[in-house]
């Protein structure tokens, strides 16, 4: 069965979102497997394995089998991947991204902020001071934070076109 994980975006964003190794891990789901399984391919430790899985069944990308060893007691898992559950992740990821750097650009855009040798303070700050620091006596100036802005503006466009793709 062809993963969407073969997408390059999907994978990117996964890997982005979660960790290159969470993304090994998914790869290796490719049919139903056991934990040891996939520890012994990927040649990592099981716990290692075991905390990835754990990870990716927190954000439903996975689900399991559990079956018990009458002999033993104990319990073994069967790891299945929601390859319907992947592109879904995928693109809550970036609007959830999105939204956050939007309210980022509101606030670079909305609040102006001033400077001194020591800190960044709010306009309300530094009109209380009469725009003349009280802790290094240097002036208050208006802080530039248009490359703040251009970076998170291409950041949207790029999370943008990531999401359109997907
Ligand atoms: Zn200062």
């Known amino acids: 069965m062809a993963s969407v994980i073969k997408s390059g975006i999907v994978r990117d964003v996964l890997s982005e979102s979660l960790s290159e190794s969470h993304v090994n891990v998914l790869e290796r789901l490719n049919e139903p497997k056991y934990d040891d399984d996939v520890a012994n391919e990927l040649k990592v430790k099981a716990t290692v394995v075991r905390t990835i899985l754990n990870d990716l069944h927190q954000s439903s990308l996975v689900e399991y ?49 001033f400077q001194c040798g ?12 009469n725009f003349v620091c009280p802790s290094c006596s240097k002036p208050f100036v208006e802080c530039d934070n248009s490359e703040v802005i251009d970076e998170i503006v291409s950041e949207v466009s790029r999370l943008n076109s990531l999401l359109e793709q997907t």
Not at 89 to 101: A, C, E, G, R, S
Not at 123 to 128: K, L, N, P, V
Request: a positive charge; charged letters at 30%; glycine letters at 4%.
């Open 65 to 113: 089998q559990r079956t018990k060893n009458k002999k033993t007691g104990w319990y073994t898992y069967l790891w299945v991947r929601r390859e319907d559950k992947i592109v879904e992740y995928v693109q809550q990821y970036l609007k959830t991204q999105l939204i956050d750097l939007n309210t980022r650009l509101d606030d670079e855009t909305r609040n102006v902020t």
């Open 118 to 129: 020591c800190m960044r303070v709010p306009y309300g700050t530094a009109m209380e001071s």
